[in-house]
């Protein structure tokens, strides 16, 4: 066990990180952020932030001498990058683990290879593959192999023509071309699991989606307990096929009431947000916990929790991105009876980017979930 005042290391400064740090404080450890930006949320929290490329062997030999253990909060840290600290120092999770869950082609074959549920796609690699693509895979949506997210990297086609395009757009990147799926919703599980193979699992959370962003997340989900049960014991599986340790995402898709595996996330997850406000126990102190060989703690969920994020683009006039800069107002939101803000003190809001989020905390959910939605009308979020 790596107990306090151990110093633990951190790959990646972004909010996942800064909560990471936040948690381990808390348990008297020390943390050393690894982050190129020298503005990163974690960095600006952590006893020390080497500002170094995530390559910067120097950097990397310096971190492996201050720190016990490593762990990350950012699923493309070059798997080079874990194997090379773990030459020196336990690292959790893994490369191995790690390097499925950051290409999509790699995730992909892992669901398919290991009989777990998950939608039709063919692996793009050159044009060939798109003209021999199952035709029933249109309407479809191209996404690149690596460094996509929050929806990033992404094209909705409704035939070969657009893929093709689409693709070349792309500069011809490796990338998977799935079927595009119509959801009755989605829903998300994160789970701690330990070397030893024990898991410890959230409970499930519906996840609702705005211009391929999370934008509220309702915990625990109104689904079936079938459902959720399921949805459960496929998050443990995949944990368990990837000798996972630490904190895992795993998103689903929920269509015509089956569950499919949508993708992994080898960290904490912004679906598990909530957790700090919500449960006995965070995602991000499960991930201490799993990285210094902690018992993981049995979570519970204490209250019903309502999640909304808050998108770089409420920090312009017109709630769009557009017009004067300036900070929305934040009284509005602390106004709120059972509502937590937290802010990630980002260096600058662009459209799109996470800078914050609320949780709204009560004993019944369709209050909870009322509240939620009229803060977040409130402050100035808008559906269109
Ligand atoms: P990211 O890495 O950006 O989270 P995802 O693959 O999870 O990328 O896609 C973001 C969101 O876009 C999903 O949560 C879902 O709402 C929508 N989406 C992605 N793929 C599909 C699909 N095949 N069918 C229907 N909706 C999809
Ligand atoms: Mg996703």
Redesign the pocket.
């Known amino acids: 066990m790596i107990l306090p005042p151990a110093t633990l290391g951190m790959l990646g400064g972004g909010q996942l990180g800064r909560f990471f740090v936040s948690a381990a404080h808390e348990m008297g450890y020390k943390v050393w952020v690894l982050d190129p930006d020298p503005h990163s949320p974690a960095g600006l929290l952590a006893d020390r932030h080497l500002i170094a490329a995530y390559d910067d062997y120097q950097a990397l030999d310096e971190f492996a001498a201050g720190c016990a253990a490593v762990t990350t909060e950012f699923e493309n840290v070059p798997a080079d990058t874990l194997d090379y600290l773990a030459k020196f120092l336990p690292v959790h999770p893994a490369a191995s683990a790690v390097a499925v869950c950051q290409n999509r082609i790699a995730e992909k074959s892992f669901l398919a290879d290991n009989g777990l549920p998950h ?1 039709p796609f063919a692996a793009i690699r050159n044009e060939d593959d798109i003209r021999s693509a199952n035709a029933g895979l249109f309407p479809a ?1 191209l ?1 690149v192999a690596r460094f ?5 990297g ?1 094209a909705r086609v409704a035939d070969r023509d657009e893929a093709l395009a689409a693709f070349q757009q792309f500069k011809g990147e490796p990338c998977v071309l ?4 119509t ?1 009755d919703f ?1 829903v998300s599980v994160v789970l701690a699991r330990d070397e030893a193979g024990k898991v410890q699992c959230f409970p499930v959370s519906e996840n609702r ?1 705005r211009n ?1 962003i999370l934008d509220v997340t309702i915990a625990p989900a109104q689904a079936s307990a079938c459902l959720r049960d399921n949805a459960q014991e496929v998050a443990e599986r995949i944990a368990s096929k990837l000798a996972y340790v630490g904190t895992l995402g795993v ?1 689903f ?1 929920v269509c015509r009431g089956e569950l499919f595996v ?2 992994m996330a080898p960290r904490p997850h912004n679906s598990g947000h909530h957790t700090i406000d919500a449960c006995d126990v965070s995602q991000y102190e499960q991930q201490v916990r799993a990285l210094c060989g902690l018992p993981l703690a049995r979570p519970r969920q204490h209250s019903v929790a309502v999640m909304v994020n808050l998108l770089g683009e409420l920090w312009y006039e017109d709630g769009k991105g557009h017009g004067t800069y300036r900070e929305p107002d934040w009284s509005l939101l602390h106004a709120v009876p059972g509502l937590r803000l937290h802010l990630y003190a980002k260096h600058h809001a662009r459209p799109g980017r996470k800078m914050g989020h609320f949780v709204v905390t009560g004993d019944d959910a369709a209050q909870v979930l009322e509240r939620a939605l009229q803060a977040r009308a409130a402050i100035g979020i808008r559906d269109e």
């Open positions: 939608g949506v996404k996509g997210y929050d929806g990033k992404q799935e079927k595009m799926l959801l989605e989606h391929g998103e898709f949508n993708e």
